[in-house]
Structures are given as C-alpha cells and as structure tokens.
C-alpha cells in the first residue's frame, strides 16, 4: 500500500502531481491511500521518491475534468481524493466515461461537484459583514459557517465587490482578510471569537424588521441551519410564527372537496401526469443553473434551459444560445430565432406547443471588442451538456424530436451525423424518432437572396415532414 499525504485539504496541485506520477507507473487505485499532512508527517514528494517520472509515458485528461476535480477536492468527503484518482485511471482507458451519468463514480463527483458550488452561491448571497471602529478606524467583519472547503475559492468574490474596504472573513477552516491590495489567510477561529454586535448590525435588523417578510423572502424553505450565516437570525423565528399565525386557523378556510366521480378520473390522472413532468422540467432547470460540467459557465451570463408545454409532442434541439439568448436567458430570441419562428408558421406548427431546447445550455463566444462572436461548441462540451438533454427527453417524452444542426445532431443521436445525408427522413433511435435538418442561423448566413429563398423552403418542408408525423400519430391514437 502506497500513502499520498498531501499538504492541505484543498491541495489540488499535489493531488495532481501525486497522481499523475502514480498513473503514469501503473499504481492501482486499490494500492494507493491518500491522507493530508500533520505536522510531523513526510511531505507528498517523499512518498513517491522511489517511482520514476516515466518520460516515456503520456497521457491527458481534458479541461472538463480538471475543472471537475478542482471543485470536488474542496467537498469534504474524506474519500474525495481517492474517487478522483478512480476517476483519473479509468479515463486513460475510457475517454467518454465523464459523459457516462449512470456511472456510479462520475454521478457521485458531478454531485459534490454542484454541492460545493451551491455552497459557495449560498456564501455570496448569506455573507453580512459587522462595522467594527469608526470611520478612518472601520474595519468590517463576518461570520460564516461553511458546509464544505470553499472559503479560499469563493473570496475573490468579496475582494472585488467590497474592494474599497478593509474586511475580514472569519470561518472555523480559515480565515481570508482583505486590506484593499491583497487577500491573506490566516487560520480558523471560534465562533465565540467574532466581535460583538454593533450599530452595522443594528441596522440589518431595524430594515429587515420592517422588511424581512417570510413569505415573499421564503425564508421558511431555507434549511434552519443556514441561519447562523445571517446578522438577521434574532428575529427569523418570531417572524415565522408570525407567518404561521397569519397562515392558519380562522384567516384561511379551505374549500372541501368530494370523491372523484368516474368521468373525472381520466382528467385528473392527465392533470397529476402533467404536474409531475412540470415539476420535472422545473427541478431540471434550477439543477442546470449550477452546471459546471465544462468551462462554458465562466464568460456565459447564465445557463439557457429548454422551454415549452411539458406535454409538447414535438422537441426542437438547437446548438446553444447566442447572444441575444446569453442575455435573455431564454432559447431562440434572437435572428434565427425569429426565422425559426416564420418556418414554424409556414409549416403549420405552433411554436406554443413545441418544447425547444439546445445541446449546449451556455453561449460559447471569443470577444472582438464589445461584440461577443460566436463559437461551435466542441465535442466534449457537446458530451458534458448531453446528460440535461437526456433528462429533458425523459421529462417531456416527445413522439418526435427535431435536430436542428450538426451540434443538435451529434447531441441527440450520439455521434457526428452529416447534415445532409440524413435530413428530410425520420431516424428511429432508442426508441424516438428523429428528424435532422439545418439550423435557421445557416440560413441567414447565405449571402445570396436566391439561394436563401431556396433553402429556406428546404427548411419549412423538413418542418412539414415533422407536422404530418405528429398529425398521423393523432389520428392513429
């Protein structure tokens, strides 16, 4: 057995070192312990002094999972280390295994993966900093009970929000100060260490007083213990009894209902079908809005989910949101959106009742100024977002799906799937048929107006083929 002790909990860059070299070497995971260093234990490199570097050797990994393992390691899962080295050996061997999200080890990364960012999210919104001093002297100061390792990692944050004061982060892990120049860490502290209440303090709790209102603020769907976090703790629970006063006994009277007759039951079955895939569809959208599953996330303003009636019988799958999208926070707002929609028309297809999507839920552009340009998406952020594509198909459960591009092509049915050697005909795939046609940006980008007329009647003929095969899936049910 071979023990990896690494400086710190948060130690990414040892951990990569460390397991790098053990892979390269051909260590097995089941051969190998990983620990953090105390003060009287040897240091990571001397655990591996007898291996050799292996020249000979490569291999790599892509940006997705060195993205991934940066966020895992500040979870505080003790076995963090060692499913991510387990993740790392099967990869040399199984490059698509990230896309794979069934598989026991990648669900249970993906999952600390957005623990830890809902943890640094719920930092950014809870964090209250107290005044201490007066004026030249101020020095303000918070309080914050982490759930995992990410004090270190979220703040920059704070750095750049609050840049033109003195602050200082106190936590049980560490510590982060800021003097206007520079973060620095120092350790942990007690809570009983923080300063007292101060007039800062007294003014949160005079304006949240009057404004805090449980209900509008649904501060009774917080989990109590994240209410440590806040200078308004004192008087969240005199205002949720309040609340629940207000919310029952005589002020509210409930309509009684009788038993369903028979000719309801068909209704409410469809009715209580229709509610759980909305909830679905909710659920998967507020889960896609902490996606980190590739780097996109970083310069996108938000991720773009799926719209549309959950019982839609008909999905549209684009490419990924433009710019006007990225803003917006919505699919096809922009120009092709606006084509899409003529050729919907034209085809005799409500866009109302079409649930429409993309393969790629953020925008992926390169800057030139003040315009943002657009960039294909690649295949690995095609296979990182795949897994929210296949949750939407579950959820709504189309009779046909649409591809619009070589992107939505590759995403729906798994692989690069030349445009026009398959448009205009229906694919059976697991169990869905599918129809491939162009995405409505190319038909803008046609310089010429005689070839554009053309293709765009190519376009609205594809949209025919999808109407008649939803009309006689109607007529034969």
Same mark, same amino acid.
């Given at each position: 057995m071979r023990i990896i002790v690494?400086? $710190?909990?948060?130690?990414?860059?040892?951990?990569?070192k460390a397991a790098r070299r053990l892979a390269l070497n051909d260590v097995k995971p089941a051969e190998v312990t990983w620990t953090v260093r105390k003060d009287d234990e040897l240091s990571s490199a001397?655990?591996?002094?007898?291996?050799?570097?292996a020249p000979q050797a490569r291999f790599n990994v892509t940006a997705i999972f060195v993205e991934l393992a940066k966020t895992a390691i500040l979870h505080r899962n003790d076995e963090r280390f060692a499913l991510l080295y387990r993740l790392l050996?099967?990869?040399?061997?199984?490059?698509?295994?990230?896309?794979?999200?069934?598989?026991?080890?990648? =669900?249970?990364?993906?999952?600390m993966a957005r623990e830890v960012y809902r943890d640094i999210d719920r930092m950014h919104a809870q964090l209250r900093f107290r005044e201490i001093g007066r004026e030249r002297t101020a020095h303000y100061v918070a309080w914050f009970e982490p759930e995992h390792r990410i004090v270190e990692f979220a703040a920059p944050f704070?750095?750049?929000?609050? =840049?033109?004061?003195?602050?200082?982060?106190?936590?049980?892990?560490?510590?982060?100060?800021?003097?206007?120049?520079?973060?620095?860490?120092?350790?942990?502290?007690?809570?009983?260490?923080?300063?007292?209440?101060?007039?800062?303090?007294e003014v949160w709790r005079r304006h949240d007083n009057g404004l805090?209102?449980? =209900?509008?603020?649904?501060?009774?769907?917080?989990?109590?213990?994240?209410?440590? $976090?806040?200078?308004?703790?004192?008087?969240?629970?005199?205002?949720?009894?309040d609340a629940m006063r207000m919310t029952s006994g005589p002020f509210i009277a409930r309509k009684a209902t009788g038993p369903l007759k028979p000719q309801d039951e068909p209704m409410a079955r469809k009715q209580t079908h229709d509610m759980q895939a909305r909830d679905t569809i909710a659920a998967l959208?507020?889960?896609?809005?902490?996606?980190? +599953?590739?780097?996109?996330?970083?310069?996108?303003?938000?991720?773009?989910?799926?719209?549309?009636?959950?019982? =839609?019988?008909?999905?549209?799958?684009?490419?990924?949101?433009?710019?006007?999208?990225?803003l917006a926070g919505h699919p096809f707002v922009g120009?092709?959106?606006?084509?899409?929609?003529? +050729?919907?028309?034209?085809a005799g297809i409500a866009r109302a009742k079409v649930y429409i999507t993309n393969a790629v839920k953020h925008f992926k552009f390169v800057s030139r100024g003040k315009?943002?340009?657009?960039q294909k998406p690649g295949t690995q952020e095609i296979r990182a977002c795949r897994q929210w594509y296949a949750r939407e198909l579950d959820a709504i459960r189309p009779e046909l799906v649409v591809a619009l591009g070589a992107t939505a092509a590759q995403s729906v049915l798994g692989k690069i799937t030349p445009i026009n050697k398959n448009r205009g005909r229906l694919i059976d795939h697991d169990g869905t048929k599918v129809l491939v046609t162009v995405h409505p940006s190319y038909l803008l980008r046609l310089p010429d107006e005689k070839a554009k007329a053309l293709e765009y009647q190519r376009f609205v003929d594809d949209l025919k083929i999808a109407a008649d095969q939803l009309r006689n899936g109607a007529r034969a049910a």
């Open positions: 690494l400086d $710190n909990d948060t130690d990414f860059e040892g951990w990569r001397s655990c591996l002094n007898d291996l050799p570097d050996w099967r990869l040399r061997s199984h490059h698509d295994l990230l896309s794979a999200t069934d598989d026991p080890d990648v =669900a249970e990364v993906h999952a704070f750095a750049g929000r609050f =840049a033109d004061m003195p602050w200082s982060i106190l936590t049980p892990d560490v510590c982060v100060h800021w003097d206007g120049h520079a973060i620095s860490i120092s350790p942990g502290v007690a809570k009983s260490e923080v300063p007292s209440e101060d007039r800062l303090e805090f209102n449980p =209900a509008r603020l649904k501060v009774m769907e917080m989990p109590q213990a994240y209410w440590r $976090n806040l200078p308004e703790d004192s008087i969240i629970k005199p205002l949720i009894e959208r507020e889960e896609a809005a902490d996606c980190r +599953a590739c780097p996109l996330w970083k310069d996108a303003t938000q991720t773009v989910f799926g719209e549309g009636p959950q019982s =839609a019988t008909l999905m549209l799958v684009g490419e990924q949101p433009g710019d006007k999208e990225d120009p092709a959106g606006q084509m899409l929609d003529r +050729a919907l028309e034209d315009i943002r340009l657009h």
